[in-house]
């Protein structure tokens, strides 16, 4: 079992900056891809951003340029910095790692106003 805790959300006016970031505990050593996720009301999940454990990353075209996913070498912290935020950026995110299963945080709740 893996354990997910999100933290770092909030309230920002857009132009701004925050830093979430994902927590994690368990068994990792099945984990091989971490990621981020979103959900804004009425819209499905997405994906915002996700890295492998060799590093490669692949983002959202809408967020290409503005977020940056990190990670450590120990699978146990997941962070990702997003800056120039919009509006459209508001949602609950979520952190994902997939390994012999897909985990699930609760998500945190990011609000980009105008």
């Known amino acids: 079992q893996v354990q997910l805790v999100e933290s770092g959300g909030g309230l920002v006016q857009a132009g701004g900056s925050l830093k979430l970031s994902c927590g994690a505990s368990?068994?990792?050593?099945?984990?091989?891809?971490m990621g981020w996720y979103r959900q804004a009301p009425g819209k499905q999940r997405e994906l915002v951003a996700s890295?492998?454990?060799?590093?490669?990353?692949n983002y959202a075209d809408s967020v290409k340029d503005r977020f940056t996913i990190f990670k450590n070498n120990a699978k146990n912290r997941l962070d990702l910095q997003m800056n120039s935020l919009k509006p459209e950026d508001t949602a609950v995110y979520y952190c994902?790692?997939?390994?012999?299963?897909?985990?699930w945080g609760r998500g945190t709740q990011v609000t980009v106003s105008s």
């Open positions: 890295i492998t454990i060799g590093g490669t990353t």
């Open positions: 994902n790692y997939v390994g012999d299963r897909t985990y």
């Open positions: 368990g068994l990792l050593y099945s984990i091989n891809v």
